[in-house]
């Protein structure tokens, strides 16, 4: 089955470290992959997305990620984290499903940035 | 309009009574999703709209679910006899394209409360 998994609930992180958070997956196919972002009380917003070309792909807030085909995954990096990043992170893959592309979402990885 | 705009942004309503949610999409965006997100819990799809094709319902968890688009534009999402398994973040999203890996932009949700 076509899944994504994030088997982070919660990362926690010193303000300044780096940070990773984790994301495989498993599609038919070459994968479209995304990572948005949900700040409290506030809608998820885009960070940023793999198609293909080059496997490091940059996004907003400094975030970017790495496309891994051999692992299946796509971990989100930021060199050195803020207490403003602080947030839940979603992961997220485009599969095809009856004729029709959706996204299948990952369960989320709350992200805590400790000052 | 500038983002994607729902309302209301809070609905408290009693068990067995029906709700309508609003979503108003980018303009121009021929895609347009409906996701329920559970306290603590990744997103759940609910159904999607692309153009005038017959909608993606596949994921609508019961028949008190249901969910139209008029003019190709706005969106309402019913649901019939609310039960309190109901409660959670309605988050509606649209697209330029759902056939490509167009990133989908959220709107800030709707949070449904069942008493």
């Known amino acids: 089955a076509q899944s994504v998994a994030q088997p982070e609930d919660q990362v926690n992180v010193a303000e300044g470290n780096p940070l990773t958070v984790t994301c495989t997956y498993s599609?038919?196919?070459?994968?479209?992959l995304f990572w948005y972002v949900q700040y409290p009380n506030r809608g998820l917003q885009f960070l940023l997305k793999y198609i293909t070309g080059d496997n490091l792909v940059k996004g907003s807030y400094g975030f970017e990620a790495e496309f891994n085909k051999s692992q299946t995954s796509f971990h989100l990096k930021k060199p050195s984290a803020l207490v403003s990043d602080s947030a839940l992170y979603f992961c997220a893959v485009r599969v095809l499903m009856d004729s029709n592309y959706q996204l299948i979402w990952g369960a989320g990885t709350k992200l805590i940035i400790k000052p | 309009g500038a983002g994607v705009s729902q309302s209301p942004s809070n609905k408290v309503t009693e068990k067995g009574k029906d709700v309508e949610l609003r979503c108003d999409p980018i303009?121009?965006?021929?895609?347009l999703y409906w996701y329920r997100q559970s306290l603590g819990q990744g997103l759940e799809f609910l159904i999607y709209?692309?153009?005038?094709?017959?909608?993606?319902k596949s994921g609508l968890p019961s028949d008190r679910f249901s969910a139209e688009r008029t003019g190709g534009s706005v969106s309402t999402l019913t649901i019939q006899r609310t039960q309190q398994e109901d409660s959670a973040v309605y988050l509606c999203?649209?697209?330029?394209?759902?056939?490509?890996?167009?990133?989908?932009?959220f709107g800030p949700g709707t949070r449904l409360t069942v008493l």
């Open positions: 709209f692309q153009g005038n094709s017959a909608p993606d």
């Open positions: 599609v038919s196919g070459n994968p479209y």
């Open positions: 303009s121009g965006h021929t895609a």
């Open positions: 999203a649209s697209s330029a394209l759902v056939v490509s890996a167009d990133t989908q932009y």
